[in-house]
């Protein structure tokens, strides 16, 4: 029988060996970040020393999840879906805050983010639940439910003031799109967050809405003049109007004063570069004066003086633009993208769907983690305090996405006993 | 349907992947001025210490005033090479202080306390002299830095328990800072004015951003200096001590232990307050601060003791003018009400027989006071004696309260004490609970018993029988800043609960004690007219406090005080003498009486 094999031998050991070099390297540079002369990497009261600890408990993680049943996680897909929005809640009332999020809950001295959790357990309930019999993408009724299984757990992480954690939920509109969504909805996303950006470039809101009736005008004479053609521009065009009328209301009263301001560095970086702008000026500082070659492990001054701030965790990839230049970048990057391809190819291997759009949430989180991460880093996005998934500094943060890789290895050493069952 | 989405996925993959290349070239490789940045972007940000605001007396004099200082910091990161030799030459201390401290700051450094990084104090508190001396040898050693900031200095050593002093900020207080305004190594009034006024004096750090290449010279101010500013200097005090009195006062408390407090009645103003023995406040700044704290407050005669607000005293006989005033105000007796000096209850001094409310309070005459303490305690109200006691010893007390007394007045200095006035709730506490009446607590009558006040008190006593029935709380500082204005409570007349007519008895009283009495001649100025009470204050077994409290002239007062000597005997004698030598001072500018002057001089009374 298949089951006797031993898992070793069907385990996909390429993505295990990513993980580990990433893992290693994230560890190496969690060390150099803090480092003074005479620091052991393996002493406990640095941030290396207990990173390790992470890692070897990620390890025992790993182990707990290869030996449970493979049918664990779809069957009870709902019931850690649930346990995990449940602990979230929990934290908004009882939350202990670290630096401006209330999203830590504490058991004795032990701290841990369940928020960090909700991502592998929603994307169990996604895969699940896309993967039941006879599910249809194009039901709106359907995608309303898809749209809720995200949403709940993005509204309470919203309440839990971490915004950077509950806009990685996004990620999961690009599953529904491989899965048969209509690609409208995120070219819709796109178009307004670009209008948005316009808008807030932009002083005076009546250029834009100039260029606006100068296209649609255009549009409109060069095109066929047909009424349906002309309603559909018209319609379009005011909105685009009201979406730049509504971005002045949304950006001073739905979004928070620090946010505010990170969105204006990010537009105009030279602005206020001790106060909000400090982050992303540093950061930019400290990858850039790695040049082609970067200064050397442990040899960075930039993020040794402290110029930049939360570098073990948000802004760990300063440490290698510093240290290991442009190169080491290359390569880091490359190994990010390597996984996503490797977590790709095993998702479209899968037999099941459900195993099969849990892959793709996989890759999909990572994806939006990897982008984010190191984009506000080298000032692309605006500095949204989310980890580089395995890299940065933080046990929840690295059970988190071990947990959600290594799910996914479970199930694809399994496929081909999903086969057998029909 | 789905087919091609997981190609499209991808390419998205390598397009991020792509671009963020593209900027990592532009941005590592081919724009060199981030790495030009990186050279001088050593920021040094400096703490620009604000200048703590002057304190001047009432006519402007200096009082208190700041003087240069300098600390020697230390980034120990950059010291390659120290010539130890030349190091304890320039800095003057031995090879020997100079190896504890660098013990010290690898003490410091592994205990995570100092980062080998930062500017960390290496000595501290730096004399003129020594900087003067120092600023031109500073170059000569890599790794080290001046900063300046300044020390509190006092032109005078007899104000220094008002004053009070300042120093380091402690862990604890540093831990209660709620608003996060001070840092460590931050200095902080302690005690007196600089405590009470902390948040005026203190004034508004500034910062300045300073550029360092990587080798940590100086490039120049950081953006032009866009984001620095300027510290804000503190507020200047302009207290109301009158430094000539407030130094006379100390002059004369020499070798004694108690309090002097002068007060202008007609605003509140404090115009001198001595608390004897005192110390020298210079001994509490700069780099001795710590080894003289600790002598200081070790002292037996306990110089940190802020006797004026601190020391709690059973008023004595000067209490009896606030019973006669209750007693009016209540109706329990008249002026001419004459009741005899019985004996046999309580003790009386002096040859008197059977004298009226006037005569009383000129010969403190304990019988008469006890009798009267019982005709408003015990008005028959209730048929139950301890019920009626009850109710008129909380009208007693609502009474006497309003003179300031049993309770702190709320000057500006911290730690006021209140002392004691009884009320039924304290006698059930006393008696657990058992029955008490008139006969067991009678010894208020003539101010001993439970009784407790401040000398601050008794001089708020004087100043309000001066004003006839009325005080402003006392206070030392007239104008904070330019305000011109002393605090708005300090602006606000607090009435006695007692009629300003039944004052007039009081005044008259006060004014034969002093010229009628026996021993008070010692009070007596030869134009102006002086009231004053003595009071003696048990203090077994050392000879009895000296107390007197008096307020002059006796028409349109200009000045009221009340004068503790422990140990001293009399009010009549010590306390009587100081208290006319001030007044004397004050209203003429000197003293007429040199015999006088040299009895107090020298009454030693320090046991």
Redesign the interface.
């Known amino acids: 029988m298949i089951r006797e094999e031993k898992i070793s031998n069907r385990m996909d050991w390429i993505t295990v060996l990513l993980y580990g070099i990433i893992v290693f390297w994230g560890w190496l540079n969690i060390f150099s970040v803090t480092y003074?002369?005479n620091q052991f990497i393996f002493d406990p009261s640095i941030n290396s020393g207990r990173q390790l600890i992470f890692i070897a408990s990620s390890i025992a993680i790993i182990m707990f999840i290869l030996i449970m049943d493979m049918r664990f996680y779809e069957t009870f897909a709902w019931v850690i879906y649930g346990v995990m929005l449940f602990l979230c809640i929990v934290v908004v009332f009882t939350g202990h805050e670290v630096g401006g999020n209330q999203a830590w809950l504490r058991i004795g001295s032990f701290g841990f983010q369940p928020s960090e959790f909700m991502k592998f357990a929603t994307a169990l309930a996604v895969a699940k639940y896309i993967g039941t019999v006879g599910f249809k993408m194009d039901q709106i009724r359907n995608q309303i439910r898809l749209f809720t299984i995200i949403g709940v757990p993005m509204a309470v992480i919203l309440l839990q003031k971490d915004t950077g954690t509950a806009l990685v939920f996004t990620a999961f509109v690009?599953v529904f799109?491989?899965?048969?969504m209509s690609p409208f909805l995120i070219l819709v996303g796109i178009g307004v967050a670009i209008i948005f950006i316009l808008t807030l470039l932009v002083e005076n809101e009546y250029i834009l809405f100039a260029i606006i009736g100068c296209v649609w005008l255009t549009l409109v004479l060069l095109g066929k003049k047909k009424r349906k053609r002309i309603m559909v521009l018209t319609a379009t065009a005011l909105m685009l109007i009201g979406t730049i009328k509504s971005v002045d209301f949304i950006f001073n009263n739905v979004l928070k004063e620090h946010q505010q301001k990170r969105i204006r560095v990010l537009l105009n970086p030279d602005l206020d570069?001790?106060g909000a702008g400090y982050h992303v000026y540093?950061s930019?500082?400290?990858?850039?004066?790695?040049?082609?070659w970067g200064k050397g492990f442990l040899k960075g001054?930039?993020t040794?003086?402290?110029?930049v701030p939360e570098q073990s965790t948000d802004f760990i990839f300063c440490t290698i633009?510093e240290e290991h230049?442009?190169v080491g970048?290359?390569m880091v990057?490359?190994l990010?993208?390597a996984l996503?391809?490797r977590v790709?190819y095993l998702a479209?291997r899968q037999k099941s769907r459900f195993a099969r759009v849990y892959g793709?949430c996989v890759?999909c989180i990572l994806?939006f983690h990897?982008?984010i991460n190191?984009?506000m880093t080298?000032?692309?996005f605006p500095v949204i305090g989310i980890p580089l998934p395995f890299f940065s500094y933080g046990g929840s943060s690295l059970w988190g996405f071990t947990i959600l890789l290594f799910i996914l290895l479970k199930l694809d050493a399994h496929r081909l006993q999903v086969m057998n069952r029909g | 349907?789905?087919e091609g989405?997981?190609e499209i996925?991808?390419v998205?993959?390598?397009l991020?992947?792509i671009?963020?290349?593209l900027?990592?070239?532009v941005?590592?490789?081919i724009?060199r001025?981030?790495?030009d940045?990186?050279?001088t972007?050593?920021?040094r940000k400096e703490i620009l210490y604000p200048v703590r605001g002057l304190i001047t007396d009432r006519n402007g004099k200096l009082m208190v005033y700041n003087s240069p200082e300098y600390d020697l910091l230390i980034i120990l990161k950059e010291v390659h090479y120290l010539d130890t030799a030349r190091f304890c030459y320039v800095f003057d201390i031995t090879p020997e202080q100079l190896r504890q401290q660098f013990a010290q700051l690898y003490a410091d450094i592994r205990n995570k306390r100092a980062s080998?990084?930062q500017p960390t104090p290496f000595l501290k508190q730096l004399s003129n002299r020594d900087f003067a001396k120092i600023q031109d040898h500073i170059d000569e050693f890599e790794g080290f830095y001046i900063q300046a900031r300044t020390t509190r200095a006092y032109a005078s050593d007899a104000i220094a328990n008002a004053v009070g002093y300042v120093s380091e900020i402690t862990k604890n207080q540093l831990a209660n800072d709620s608003t996060k305004f001070y840092r460590q190594g931050d200095y902080i009034g302690q005690s007196g004015l600089e405590a009470y006024y902390e948040t005026y004096l203190r004034g508004t750090r500034g910062v300045r951003?300073l550029l360092r290449n990587?080798d940590g010279i100086i490039k120049g101010p950081y953006?032009n200096g866009r984001?620095d500013t300027l510290s804000i200097p503190g507020q200047d005090l302009t207290t109301t001590i009158d430094l000539d009195l407030q130094e006379y006062g100390a002059f004369l408390m020499k070798g004694k232990s108690g309090s002097i407090i002068a007060i202008e009645p007609a605003t509140g103003e404090v115009l001198a307050m001595i608390s004897g023995p005192s110390y020298d406040p210079s001994l509490l700044t700069g780099r001795n601060y710590s080894s003289n704290f600790l002598l200081i407050s070790n002292d037996t005669n306990k110089p940190l003791f802020n006797r004026p607000l601190m020391a709690q005293y059973r008023p004595g006989s000067i209490f009896k003018i606030a019973q006669s005033m209750v007693a009016l105000q209540e109706g329990v007796i008249t002026p001419e009400t004459r009741i005899p000096c019985n004996r046999a209850i309580i003790g009386c001094h002096g040859a008197h027989t059977n004298e009226d409310l006037r005569g009383a309070i000129t010969h403190s005459c304990n019988p008469y006071f006890y009798n009267v303490l019982r005709r408003m305690l015990n008005k028959g109200v209730s048929n139950d004696p301890f019920e009626d006691t009850r109710i008129g010893l909380a009208e007693w007390d609502k009474h006497i309260r309003s003179f300031g007394l049993g309770s702190p007045l709320g000057i500006d200095l911290p730690n006021e004490k209140g002392g004691m006035v009884p009320n039924p709730a304290y006698y059930d506490r006393a008696y657990r609970g058992r029955p008490w009446k008139f006969s067991n607590i009678y010894s208020i009558a003539i101010g001993e018993g439970e009784n407790l006040v401040v000398p601050l008190q008794m001089a708020n006593f004087a100043a309000i029988i001066a004003n006839r029935g009325f005080y402003y709380t006392p206070h030392l500082v007239k104008s904070i800043g330019k305000s011109g204005l002393p605090l708005p409570r300090y602006q606000e007349k607090h009435y006695t609960t007692i009629d300003p007519k039944h004052f007039e008895i009081a005044v008259e009283a006060m004014e034969r004690v002093v010229s009628e009495g026996t021993g008070q001649y010692r009070a007596r100025l030869r134009d102006i007219t002086v009231c004053g009470k003595t009071g003696t204050v048990q203090n077994d077994p050392l000879p009895d406090h000296s107390v007197f409290i008096a307020f002059a002239p006796k028409d349109n007062p200009k000045i009221a005080v009340s004068v503790y000597v422990e140990s001293a005997g009399q009010g009549a004698r010590a306390a009587a003498s100081i208290a006319s030598l001030m007044i004397e001072k004050y209203l003429i500018g000197e003293t007429q009486r040199p015999m006088i002057e040299d009895y107090v001089l020298k009454g030693q009374f320090l046991y």
């Open positions: 003074e002369e690009l799109y491989r899965e048969g570069q001790l540093q930019k500082v400290a990858i850039g004066s790695g040049g082609m001054t930039q040794k003086l402290k110029f633009g230049g442009w970048s290359l990057i490359v990010f993208v996503l391809f790709v479209e793709y890759a994806f990897f982008t190191i984009g080298i000032g692309l | 349907m789905n989405r997981k996925i991808q998205v993959f390598v991020v992947a671009v963020f290349l900027k990592l070239f941005i590592q490789v724009d001025s981030y790495s940045l990186a050279e972007n050593a920021i080998e990084l951003y990587k953006k984001y």
